[in-house]
């Protein structure tokens, strides 16, 4: 009877802790080693705060994450939440059932801390909300101040696409790479099309391209930037062997000071240091950021931003553990950790207030100004169309195929998908 | 004749009761043994190839209940695509690189290592070290080599003054840069299929045919290559099959780029497939390679049998 009594006093001893304990698995994409860090200390302190919640901070790279979340969502190993670029992938995994409505658990005051742009972002067409949004980021064009200087390139004289063009002749000239591009990874490249089309046919012609009304992107304003794309890309302004590169490598080629220009998130102000060499990039004072050249005659608003507005997604199986975390993960006093490192751009009101890297608080300050943040086109467009957008500006950027044939495939691809 | 006869009906009798006592006895195992691989052959193999079929004639993003159908409609988008013969195209170069350069190869070196001797192994490793490496790093390690900027092939050119091309990025070398890497990398495997093969015939035979005066190649060509017809078999069905299947070592040194001009048909089934959430379309490919591979096989023990007969 006594070994019966202490066999069961065992059995629950073990049993207990894992009863009172909630397993929240966070799946992201963080690969700076000192973010990393980071964000290891705030999962810390919650589990301090909530002994009775374990969170767990799995890593998947870039490109694996997004070829492996699909069948990922549909296992048993699901993630609760995960990172999220929103746009058209989020919409369908919201529409398939894979995450869990959370406006009625989420707390107002971390609605509130998102502002309307964050909760429309992550409200899907069934009017739930199914993410929290973290992070504006934007499309720049970065530039290297030495390398400017010592090709005689006046920045301002950059503003318009001719002398844009002008200024690109001028580093070829002077034996200077102007661009550096990742184009193996074909995002990269889709930036120079994307932010050509924002100049050109603007917000209105964007979305009704989408929509597939009229010509769609086979229009008139599509062919004209997919021109405007190939006038540069005659020009061969890439780094040799641009097309096996990936956007590792551009990043690290910017960063070791061989390219004068990158365009580029505003991520690539860490990542440029980190793929460097020396793992010091371009030092602050010698890096600048270039305002897009305008085009004449362009539908877009000069305000007009290209970006992302990045968040965290719950997944069906997620626990109120799961959003209790999320809401501390995103709090300001949190997310201003992010800001102070400049990693990113916290979304969340107040955070983005300590930012002392000028960098970031001039992007910050122009997607807040923004007429239109466009989101980036590939995850706006959903993965087949977003896909097809990659490979053409990969295509144009390699100049191996007619603006018009680029704008009729990715009509097809958008005629495909509605 | 009535001999003929009697003797066959004493034939169809003992294999009868052979059959029946066979029956028996192999009842037993064949319960023990046969489930596990069925079972793991059917899960693992049959009904993926199922799905994979089923979904082929559904508009399916891989998200939520499959409902749209749509015919024969993804298998006309495969065969129609712009990229699909590119990476027909490419497949049957593997294939024919895999027979006409790496067995040849293989065999070569086969040939001058079948000997037993301690250097003759070191030798062996060596040249069977590369198919032990596992795919992705043979890739990642190749695609070191072949970095333009920082690589071993491009410091190689720079030191006898030659400026060498970035291979990866450049449509016209990717296909030979990534022809030496399989070659490099399966070689070995038939080498050694082939030494075993080597070693198994008796060396009186040999020592019968230098007796008697017959040259080197002749031995070779008459004996050694004739008595490990069955080794070359075996070689020549892996190495194509394994050709159509190419995939793990494509993704870490190209991705099927520069502008999807190096896809072998796995890696465009991914490509277009898996990445771009199209999974009937995917389905179609699999299908259409599905058909290709019986079609090899049944074609191949075809042409071995009438060999067989001639």
Known sequence: MKHIALAAMLGLAAIAPVQAQTVVRHLHITSIPAEVELMNSIAADFMAQNPDIVVELPFLENEA?????????????????????????????????????????????????????????????????????????????????????????????????????????????????????????????????????????????????????????????????????????????????????????????????????????????????????????????????????????????????????????????????????????????????????????????????????????????????????????????????????????????????????????????????? | MSTVAAGATAGITTTARRRRYMDRKSLLPLLLFLPPSLILFTVFVVLPMVDAATFSFFDWNGYGPITDFVGFENYADVITHRNFGTAVRNSLIVVAVSLLVQLPLAMWCAIALAERSVNINILRTLFFLPFMLAEVAAGLIWKFVYDGNYGLLPAIGGAIGVEMPFVLGDKLWVIPAIMLVITWK???????????????????????????????????????????????????????TGALQLFDLIIPLSNGGPSHSSHTIVTFLYQFGILRMKLGFGGAVSVLLFIACVIVALAYRRILFKVEQN
Do not use: C
């Open chain 1, 65 to 418: 994450f997004k070829a492996k979340l699909t069948t990922l969502l549909q296992s048993a190993d699901a993630p609760d939440v995960f990172h999220t670029w929103g746009g058209g992938v989020f919409y369908e995994q919201a529409k398939a059932g894979f995450l869990r409505p959370i406006e009625d658990v989420l707390s107002d005051e971390a609605k509130e801390a998102v502002g309307s742009a964050g909760i429309a972002a992550y409200t899907a067409e069934d009017g739930h909300l199914y993410g929290v949004a973290r992070d504006v980021a934007e499309v720049v064009l970065w530039y290297n101040k030495a390398l400017f200087e010592q090709a005689g390139v006046d920045p301002a004289s950059m503003e318009t696409w001719e002398g844009f063009l002008a200024g690109v002749q001028t580093f070829k000239d002077a034996g200077i790479t102007p661009i550096a591009i990742g184009a193996k990874d074909k995002w990269p490249a889709h930036f120079w099309w994307s932010k050509l089309v924002v100049r050109q046919a603007g917000m209105e012609g964007f979305q009704a391209a989408a929509r597939g009304e009229g010509d769609g992107f086979a229009g008139e304003d599509f062919v004209k930037a997919g021109e405007y794309f190939l006038e540069l890309a005659a020009m061969e302004p890439w780094q040799q062997g641009f097309l096996a590169a990936g956007y590792g490598d551009a990043s690290g080629y910017f960063g070791d000071g061989k390219a004068a220009m990158h365009l580029m998130g505003d991520w690539d102000y860490g990542a440029m240091k980190d793929n460097s060499a020396n793992k010091e990039g371009i030092p602050d004072d010698q890096l600048g950021i270039l305002p897009f050249p305008t085009i004449e005659g362009g539908k877009g608003d000069p305000t007009d931003t290209l970006g992302g507005l990045g968040g965290i997604a719950f997944s069906k199986n997620a626990s109120d553990a799961a959003v209790r975390w999320v809401e501390f993960f995103n709090n300001q006093e949190n997310q201003a950790k992010y800001a102070k490192d400049a990693y990113y751009i916290p979304i969340s009101k107040g955070a983005a207030d300590v930012m002392t890297n000028p960098f970031k608080v001039q992007i910050a300050r122009n997607i807040g100004n923004a007429h239109w943040h466009a989101l980036f086109f590939d995850q706006a467009l959903g993965p087949n169309v977003g896909g097809v957008v990659n490979d053409m500006s990969a295509e144009l950027a390699g100049n191996s195929i007619s603006a018009q044939e680029a704008a009729e495939l990715i009509k097809e691809a958008v005629d495909d998908s509605l």
């Open chain 2, 186 to 240: 399966y070689f070995g495997f038939h080498m050694m299929i082939f030494i075993a093969g080597l070693q198994s015939i008796s060396s009186e035979v040999i020592e019968a045919a230098r007796l008697d005066g017959v040259s080197k190649w002749q031995i070779v060509r008459h004996i050694k290559i004739p008595m490990i017809r069955s080794a070359i078999v075996i070689s020549v069905f892996f190495a194509i």
